[in-house]
């Protein structure tokens, strides 16, 4: 995943532009960037590995020493930027959020024009990178844009830094947001409508799907005015956002609570406790609590003073062992319990597993698992998400085809789908005995699309039930 922000200000905009970028941290976990331009010493740029140390602490040096009107930045999981580039629409640096599937066949239709690509690490390219030289095929940035939305397969929204103000275009479904805040004398074009909150920024507006604006020190502009046929990913309210975030003027804490109180409605078992995998589930716990009178417990804390979220060793044995060491069990609030875990979703299910081994080891006297989402069946193809991977990781598809003895058909599948169907609860029931759990009742999806509460048409669910 990854999240960008960007600020136009009379002064030096660096100290909002460093906090602004921070608050991204959860959204990312490998690089991190800065681009700054001042009108006498022109563009600067740096990016650093935050995979073994948080965003502030790799750019501490560079947020007393770069200086400049107005600057970009991004975390991200994937490609390093922001890229500076150079071409006929002057310097310009860039950073995007999004995924392109048909990377390949724009690089062959664009290297036909002399342009080449600097691979990264892995054989591929990077992303930032292709979408400005697709920019740079057209006369200027509005056609630019326009054409980045026009022949990519994916999803991408994205910042430019120019030396007359910002651009912030979103994605032409609007899978991922962009919000536009202002204070005397500074605008700010933000992925999290929170992240410029503590700078005194007051919301401006939400960018609608396709707009493209411009951000400078007086305000923001509209250049391409945007469309109401949004597809945001539902994913951003479920785990991805923070929960002070808006998306669609719709905050992630109270989608939470609104789905544990779901959950709680549809149950049939009385747990002494009802707690939630950090930090994730906590929120759907309380509404699972509040909704159904159990109490809410944690008999797990994970210890963050000095594990950066992103941290991982070197040698793969380790691995599992160091994605658990960070859980601490609390015994006297585990040990003879019927305990209830909320989580925010069940992926391959090794470590949701391991937690409740760990658990049992503890006292636990019962396991029930309910994940605030329902079964994931498809990997995302419009957005760089971890939770949401390739199918053949994901625990579903790999019972379902030990179900069916063979990979099934899209009819099958689609049964599969189907809360209601038996061959839905022959699949949760083989999932709930492999991974050790007591009983296991996930999110059905018309209550989760109902806790956002918003046009279910302008909520993308590919991953649940592949429908584009």
């Not at 074009?189 to 401006?204: C, D, I, K, M, R």
């Not at 658990?324 to 992926?347: A, Q, T």
Request: net charge negative; charged share 25%.
């Amino acid at each position: 995943m990854g999240g960008f922000f960007g600020v136009a200000s009379k002064d030096d905009c660096v100290f909002d532009l460093f906090f602004g970028v921070d608050y991204h941290s959860h959204l990312g976990t490998r690089r991190a960037g800065l681009a700054v331009y001042d009108e006498k010493e022109g563009f600067e740029k740096a990016i650093h590995n935050i995979e073994n140390s948080p965003f502030r602490t790799k750019f501490t040096k560079e947020s007393t020493s770069m200086h400049g009107s107005m600057g970009i930045g991004c975390i991200s999981d994937f490609e390093a930027q922001p890229i500076l580039v150079r071409s006929h629409h002057g310097t310009y640096a860039i950073v995007t959020v999004g995924k392109i599937n048909n990377d390949e066949e724009i690089v062959e239709k664009i290297i036909k024009n002399n342009t080449h690509f600097f691979e990264m690490q892995g054989g591929g390219i990077n992303q930032t990178e292709l979408v400005a030289a697709i920019i740079n095929q057209k006369e200027n940035f509005i056609e630019g844009i326009k054409y980045v939305q026009e022949i990519i397969d994916g999803s991408i929204s994205m910042l430019i830094l120019t030396e007359k103000g910002i651009y912030a275009a979103r994605d032409k479904m609007g899978r991922t947001p962009i919000s536009v805040a202002q204070k005397e004398g500074s605008c700010c074009a933000s992925f999290e409508s929170f992240a410029y909150l503590n700078l005194g920024y007051t919301p401006v507006k939400e960018l609608k799907a396709g707009e493209i604006d411009i951000v400078t020190k007086d305000g923001v502009k509209t250049l391409v005015d945007g469309s109401d046929k949004t597809k945001i990913c539902t994913f951003l309210w479920i785990y991805y956002g923070y929960p002070s975030s808006y998306y669609e003027g719709v905050n992630v804490e109270k989608v939470r609570y609104k789905c544990g109180q779901a959950l709680a409605r549809r149950d049939n078992v009385t747990p002494d406790v009802a707690a939630g995998v950090p930090d994730s589930g906590v929120a759907h716990a309380i509404g699972y609590a509040n909704e159904s009178g159990v109490a809410y417990s944690r008999p797990f804390v994970k210890y963050t003073p000095t594990w950066p979220r992103s941290f991982m060793p070197t040698h793969q044995n380790k691995r599992n062992l160091i994605a658990k060491m960070k859980l601490l069990p609390i015994k006297i609030l585990i040990d003879g319990k019927s305990l209830l875990m909320i989580d925010d979703s069940i992926v391959r299910g090794t470590q949701l597993r391991e937690t409740t081994e760990y658990l049992f080891a503890s006292g636990a006297k019962e396991v029930h698992i309910r994940p605030a989402c329902p079964p994931l069946f498809y990997g995302c193809k419009y957005l760089n998400f971890s939770r949401s991977t390739s199918e053949m990781e994901l625990i579903t598809r790999r019972v379902i085809q030990e179900l069916e003895g063979g990979e099934p058909s899209a009819e099958v599948l689609s049964e599969y789908t189907d809360p209601d169907s038996e061959k839905y609860q022959q699949m949760v029931d083989k999932i709930c005995k492999e991974l050790k759990f007591t009983s296991l009742r996930y999110h059905r999806l018309d209550d989760m699309l109902a806790s956002v509460g918003i046009d279910e048409n302008k909520l993308c669910t590919y991953c649940w039930d592949g429908r584009e």
